[in-house]
Nanobody, 118 residues
Framework: VQLQASGGGSVQAGGSLRLSCVASGGTFSSLDMGWYRQVPGKQRELVAT???????NYADSAKGRFTISRDNAENTVYLQMSSLKPEDTAVYYC?????????????WGQGTLVTVSS
C-alpha cells in the first residue's frame, strides 16, 4: 500500500486546513485509515482513525475540532481541521492498517507539514 498525503501548509490560529491522503496498491475499502502527527523530539501520536466500517476515533486534542472521513470510491481519507491552535503544529502522517488474524501491518505516507501561527 502506498500513501500520498497532501494539504498541509501554514495557517493562523483559528483557521482551517483539510488534509488528504490517497491510497494505492490495496483494497482501500478494507483498510483502517488514520492520521497521526509528530513534533521533532516527540513520539508520533494518534490524531484520528476511521475503520473500514466507518467508525471513528479521535484523540482528546482533536475532538470537536477535527473530522476524519473517507471516500472509498476515491481511495482517499481526509482530515478536516478547524479552530487550529499553535500546538497543532506538526508533521501529519497518513496511516493505513491491514488487520490479520494474528496481528496488523501498518503503512505510512510521507508526511505533510502543518504550521499554525499565533
Amino acid at each position: 500500500v502506498q500513501l500520498q498525503a497532501s494539504g498541509g501548509g501554514s495557517v493562523q490560529a483559528g483557521g482551517s486546513l483539510r488534509l488528504s491522503c490517497v491510497a494505492s496498491g490495496g483494497t482501500f475499502s478494507s483498510l483502517d485509515m488514520g492520521w497521526y502527527r509528530q513534533v521533532p523530539g516527540k513520539q508520533r501520536e494518534l490524531v484520528a482513525t476511521i475503520s473500514s466500517d466507518g467508525s471513528t476515533n479521535y484523540a482528546d486534542s482533536a475532538k470537536g475540532r477535527f473530522t476524519i472521513s473517507r471516500d472509498n470510491a476515491e481511495n482517499t481519507v481526509y482530515l478536516q481541521m478547524s479552530s487550529l491552535k499553535p500546538e497543532d503544529t506538526a508533521v501529519y502522517y497518513c496511516n493505513a492498517r491491514i488487520r490479520f488474524r494474528v496481528g496488523v501491518q501498518d503503512y505510512w505516507g510521507q508526511g505533510t507539514l502543518v504550521t499554525v501561527s499565533s
